[in-house]
Structures are given as structure tokens and as C-alpha cells.
């Protein structure tokens, strides 16, 4: 059973397209984010959710908004993309703020 | 905020050494996590570690919050031990920092 997954895995798109990867953990966690991970493999937090509440937005550009139907989803929507959001986009869940954290496998977007 | 510089950024090991990676923060924590990404890209949970000293295996890591540091330890390193290690740490406002890693190459 995969606790934290995300879809698609792999995601190429043209330079203005909108785009959305999914998150989905059955963890029974209460807590979910979204790293950036950089070509340096440099792990950046954009976004936290508890309890389907919106605690932590770095500053990332409002292009990405993300979305919590339900707390064991989280959904990252990008819209007009561009060169420079081509990364590894992370999902990760914990029981809540502060304590362990898992990861999903990633989604690797590249923007040709 | 929090600063996390993890030492050294790059180790080649030959199979079978043991080896010790540092993270050292710059402000109290309220949790930290050693995780290993492997070749393939996924993030592995190590340890949650935020004081004390925890073993799995060969592996085992050491978190003196007081002094603001913690070790990983890898013994008997084996060719899929390779890959980026991080240290990531939590200390106000629920933001975790990670460390930007070790990178390990275990040659055979």
C-alpha cells in the first residue's frame, strides 16, 4: 500500500500551459505540503495544510494554488507555466505541525 | 530563519567503510529528520530524531539539540547507500528547513 502518492510521475508541457499534479495519502494524517526540489536538489517548502486549512505559503508565485478537497488530498494546480517551474514537486503528510514527516515518490514537471 | 548546513556536501566511500555526516542548525528545533534520496529520486524516511540517539540497523544518528547538531552514521557502507542524504529541521513557524545534503558515492 502506498501511504503517499502522487500522480503523474512524470509530466512534460509547453511554456503557458496549465497544469495540475495530485496528492493523495492514506495515512490518516492531518497535515499535508508541497516541496519544490530544485536541479541543485535543493528541498524548498511551498505549502502546508492542516485540517484542510491553509498554514504555510512561502512565497511562490500565485500561479500555484493549491487545493484541499478533503485532508486526505492535496492537489497543486500551476497555471501558466513556465521555463523556470521545471522541478520535482514533492507531496509529503504527517499526524500534524511538527512531527514526521513521508514523502510521496515525486512528480517530475518538465516545461519545454 | 533557521540555518542548516550539513557537512560534507560530497563523500565517496569504498564498500565496506564507515562514514559520519553532520547537520548543524543555527536556532533551537522542534524536530529533525534524516532522510536518504536515492538514485531513483525517492525520499526515504531515516530517522525522526529531534534529541537522543536512535539505531536501525546500520545505520544510527545522534541529536544534541542543547549543542545544535546532529550525526548520522553509516557503517559497513554498502554500493545502495549511495545517493543525497538530508537533515531537515523544524524550528517556528511550522516551516521545515532542509539541509541542501551529503551527496555518497559507495564504490564497489
Known amino acids: 500500500d502506498t501511504a503517499v502518492s502522487q500522480t503523474p510521475k512524470y509530466l512534460v508541457t509547453q511554456m503557458g500551459n496549465d497544469k495540475s499534479i495530485k496528492c493523495e495519502q492514506n495515512l490518516g494524517h492531518d497535515t499535508m505540503y508541497w516541496y519544490k526540489q530544485d536541479s541543485k536538489k535543493f528541498l524548498k517548502i511551498m505549502f502546508s495544510?492542516?485540517?484542510?486549512?491553509?498554514?504555510i505559503n512561502e512565497t511562490v508565485p500565485n500561479r500555484f494554488s493549491p487545493k484541499s478537497p478533503d485532508k486526505a488530498h492535496l492537489n497543486l494546480h500551476i497555471n501558466s507555466l513556465e521555463l523556470g517551474d521545471s522541478a520535482v514537486y514533492f507531496c509529503?503528510?504527517?499526524?500534524?505541525?511538527?512531527?514526521?514527516?513521508?514523502f510521496g515518490q515525486g512528480t517530475r514537471l518538465t516545461v519545454v | 530563519g533557521i540555518q542548516v548546513e550539513q557537512s560534507p556536501p560530497d563523500l565517496i566511500l569504498q564498500e565496506g567503510a564507515n562514514s559520519t555526516l553532520r547537520c548543524n542548525f543555527s536556532d533551537s528545533v522542534n524536530n529533525l529528520q534524516w532522510f536518504h534520496q536515492n538514485p531513483w529520486g525517492q525520499l526515504i524516511n531515516l530517522f525522526y530524531?529531534?534529541?537522543g540517539t536512535k539505531q536501525n540497523g546500520r545505520l544510527s544518528a545522534t541529536t544534541v539539540a542543547t549543542e545544535r547538531y546532529s550525526l548520522l552514521y553509516i557503517s559497513s557502507s554498502q554500493t545502495t547507500d549511495s545517493g543525497v542524504y538530508f537533515c531537515a529541521v523544524e524550528g517556528g513557524g511550522f516551516k521545515t528547513i532542509f539541509g541542501a545534503g551529503t551527496r555518497l558515492f559507495v564504490k564497489a
Open positions: 495544510y492542516n485540517n484542510k486549512e491553509l498554514i
Open positions: 530524531i529531534p534529541s
Open positions: 509529503a503528510s504527517s499526524t500534524s505541525m511538527n512531527t514526521e514527516a513521508f
